[in-house]
């Protein structure tokens, strides 16, 4: 306002993407989904919610210019956030300039070959690996978190000299430091580099392949205006991020009315190929060459006023409450060496 009236003939010129993250307030997840204005921004005020140019109402004076290639993603990527956010109007400049995507390692594409990838996690509120947890009101999946990290270290294992950058991208605080704390204490090598945060936290970023671990923070999906889950711009900002590849983790079967991811898996299907969601515990199964290998190597209990514990036969031992997460690691022989019938598991 001050240049304005220094200057009445200056020009103003208003650079951003109203279909990405809207200005973040510092305050928890939980307060955050009962604002009433977390939305807003300056492009609603200017009635600019729309990429399709007849939808775009601006004042006499004003101009704008829709920048409509994106730089970063393969088409197969580009085109699904193209579809969900901006109308299906964007053009892919690595359909024109010809950049391949990398290579994955030979062994990894036993697990996972396609530039998009859809994986069903499951989903269940009985069992205590598989239930929606809460750490501060944010959610978390502890069975996602080791899946994704045990896939990141199979994956640095049989790669060979080439760099990469891994991206893991999760709605709430929780599951992105639950993430980032297992695979930093994998010792993952110095090829590839590994980040794990929010989808907040990931705008602007960039990485060869993401994995978006879209954990819910119930068992049925809402759609409430209020919920995170239920903004668009999480899933194209999530999506975007990815160069080369992109592996969405979601529990397709379990929560099926998810109208974003629905439309991004469509997307998929409709324009490239028509790739049902893999089973978690199928990769599971093909990583440690054993059925449950998560499941029967877990053991979870409690914060209580007084523990004691002996030394644990299981590989990942895990205490949760409201306030905490603690996970211990063991090294385990073989899997197959391993008789599951001697296994726990606390549920």
């Known amino acids: 306002m001050s240049l304005f009236k220094a200057n009445p003939n200056a020009k103003f010129i208003v650079a951003g993407d109203p279909k990405q993250i809207p200005p973040v307030i510092e305050i928890d997840e939980k307060e955050l989904e009962n604002f009433d204005f977390q939305d807003e921004n300056i492009y ?43 109308s299906g109007l964007l053009k892919h400049d690595r359909e024109k300039n010809g950049k391949a995507r990398k290579q994955l390692p030979e062994k990894f594409k036993e ?82 580099k590994v980040y794990a945060d929010t989808v907040h936290g990931f705008q602007g970023d960039e990485c060869d392949i993401v994995f978006f671990i879209c954990n819910p923070n119930s068992y049925e ?24 590849y992109l592996v969405i983790l979601h529990p397709y079967t379990a929560i099926q009315n998810n109208n974003f991811i629905n439309k991004i898996k469509l997307s998929y299907q409709t324009n490239f190929e ?51 997460i603690d996970i211990q690691l063991r090294d385990l022989k073989r899997p197959e060496e391993i008789n599951s019938n001697n296994l726990k598991h606390q549920v």
């Open 274 to 324: 028509r790739e049902e969601p893999l089973n978690a515990k199928d990769l599971e199964k093909a990583l440690f060459n054993v059925e449950n290998y998560i499941e029967n190597n877990t053991y979870i209990s409690g914060h209580d006023s007084i523990n004691v514990f002996g030394l644990s036969e299981m590989k990942y031992f895990i205490k949760v409450d409201d306030n905490a």
């Open 221 to 244: 999906y809402s759609n409430h205006p209020k919920a995170l889950l239920s903004k668009e711009y999480i899933y194209n900002v999530a999506i975007s991020r990815a160069k080369d």
């Open 111 to 192: 697990l996972i070959s396609s530039p998009v990838t859809f994986v069903d996690i499951p989903l269940n509120q009985d069992h205590s690996i598989y239930k929606v947890n809460k750490l501060f009101y944010s959610s978390y999946h502890i069975y996602a978190a080791i899946f994704v990290s045990e896939m990141i270290k199979y994956f640095d294992n049989v790669n060979s000299d080439i760099g990469w950058t891994i991206g893991l991208i999760a709605p709430y605080r929780a599951q992105a430091v639950l993430l980032n704390k297992l695979v930093t204490s994998y010792g993952i090598s110095e090829n590839v």
């Open 44 to 86: 609603k005020m200017m009635n600019l919610e729309s990429f399709k140019p007849e939808e775009q109402k601006i004042r006499p004076n004003d101009t704008i210019q829709n920048l409509d290639t994106q730089y970063r993603s393969i088409p197969e990527i580009g085109q699904l956030f193209s579809e969900l956010s901006y």
